[in-house]
């Protein structure tokens, strides 16, 4: 199973990226996929997730909301973080990841790393004018 994230970058405040993550070694259809991201000296958190099969129920995290948006394309096998208005907080590394079920698993508001089965290596999103 591998996970690619990609499509990170440097952009200014008020700026959008897009992110993918493109899955390869399982079905993803039946697979919630979520995106992770860690700043310099913080713990990795949750940022949101999508749920498998047809994507109907998505998580976001307070600070991203309304910002950003989720989806999923299942005949490429890719899952897709749309990031707008970006701030320079939002500057992380940025990582994709499923939990190996079809549901994200949200306890107390939050997404946690550790029910990741498998790990994409991260990309780099920086917001700097």
């Known amino acids: 199973v591998q996970l690619q994230a990609s499509g990170g970058g440097l952009v200014q405040p008020g700026g959008s990226l897009r992110l993918s993550c493109a899955i390869s070694?399982?079905?993803?259809?039946?697979?919630?996929i979520g995106w992770f991201r860690q700043a310099p000296g913080k713990e990795r958190e949750g940022i949101s997730c999508i749920r498998g099969r047809n994507g109907g129920s998505t998580y976001y995290k307070d600070s991203v909301k309304g910002r950003f948006t989720i989806s999923r394309d299942n005949a490429k096998s890719t899952v897709y973080l749309q990031m707008n208005s970006l701030k320079p907080e939002d500057t992380a590394v940025y990582y994709c990841a499923t939990p190996g079920v079809v549901a994200c698993t949200v306890v107390a508001g939050d997404f946690s790393q550790y029910g990741m089965d498998y790990w994409g290596k991260g990309t780099q999103v920086t917001v700097s004018s």
């Open positions: 070694g399982l079905n993803m259809e039946n697979y919630a």
